[in-house]
């Protein structure tokens, strides 16, 4: 892909988010694609074998020793920890139960969010709608890097370092640039979630919630599968801003890859994004997009052209919700 040229800012646009328009365009002259939205029936299903799965593992790594406690949680248990906040991402579009059960969407995002070890879904929930409406907005989508950010993190060593550390931005980057208050599901997912820790904690001791945390801290930090995040909207290409990856790590992360029509079709459940591709090829087709996850992490660190800078921000007029 292209570069942007050496980059000491954001690139700021003066224009609205190309999914708003796509959409419309796509909905009128594929209006079948409307039934497409709506909840995934299997979706349920498949987090909840992947929870079982981590409770499981939780036992048997009680007695492991601390190596193999850290090379399961990097190389199984994060795996599966990160696909949750994928299934979580999912499931604040409301596509486990629907729109009319929303409240069994939200807890059922508590449930998720078990293995994770640390309350993330309802905060999340709360945050990506903004993603959603306010693309690219200033002080509005905290998927944006700070300046801080953009500044200090330019170097190969230094980009390694932010990448290492995507999760605690990704934690403590909305307290920063969009403040909100604690609503009470937050309170509500933090009593669930330490609670089934202390359980862990009780019956089989420590070793199992560093099994937990630590794979979601390392899978969400310098691992392949968080591409993802530098791969959605990082500018690799001048004026594109959301790109999509169709490869094989699409099974594992609930179509996450399938970007653009995702942000065209947030309420299309992952499982069902490839058949928005098939039936819109023309629109999709000569978009640009990543092959690899690996080689995007290799050109984000090594292309001094590409960093956190490497994002398209936008002033949205209506700095308040609806």
């Not at 000569?286 to 052209?305: A, G, I, K, Y």
Request: with cysteine.
């Amino acid at each position: 892909m292209g570069k942007t040229g050496g980059r000491d800012d954001f690139e700021w646009v003066y224009n609205d988010q190309p999914h708003t328009s796509r959409r419309k365009e796509i909905l009128a002259k594929y209006p079948e694609i409307k039934s497409l939205m709506g909840p995934d029936p299997q979706l349920k299903w498949v987090v909840s074998g992947m929870v079982l799965t981590q409770l499981l593992a939780c036992y048997l790594v009680q007695d492991l020793p601390w190596k193999w406690i850290i090379f399961w949680a990097y190389a199984f248990g994060g795996c599966i920890n990160h696909s949750l906040t994928l299934a979580i991402h999912d499931i604040s579009h409301n596509v486990a139960f629907g729109n009319k059960l929303a409240k069994w969407n939200r807890w059922f995002a508590m449930w998720a969010n078990l293995p994770i070890g640390l309350p993330y879904s309802a905060s999340f929930k709360k945050y990506h709608v903004d993603h959603h409406r306010y693309l690219g907005g200033d002080k509005l989508d905290v998927d944006i890097p700070t300046d801080a950010e953009g500044w200090f993190f330019c170097t190969p060593a230094r980009k390694i370092l932010w990448l290492f550390l995507q999760p605690f931005f990704y934690a403590f980057r909305p307290l920063v640039v969009n403040p909100k208050p604690v609503g009470k599901l937050e309170i509500q997912n933090a009593v669930v979630q330490f609670t089934v820790d202390f359980i862990i904690y009780y019956l089989w001791g420590v070793k199992p919630i560093v099994y937990l945390i630590a794979g979601s801290v390392l899978c969400l930090g310098l691992h392949p599968i968080s591409g993802h995040f530098i791969a959605e909207h990082y500018m690799f290409l001048k004026g594109h801003e959301t790109y999509s990856y169709y490869g094989p790590l699409n099974l594992i992360t609930f179509n996450v890859g399938y970007h653009m029509e995702h942000h065209d079709f947030p309420s299309i459940p992952g499982s069902k994004l490839p058949q928005v591709k098939q039936i819109a090829a023309e629109y999709y087709d000569s978009l640009p997009q990543h092959t690899s996850w690996t080689r995007v992490l290799w050109d984000f660190v090594f292309d001094d052209s590409i960093g956190p800078y490497a994002r398209i921000k936008r002033q949205y007029k209506l700095n308040k919700q609806g």
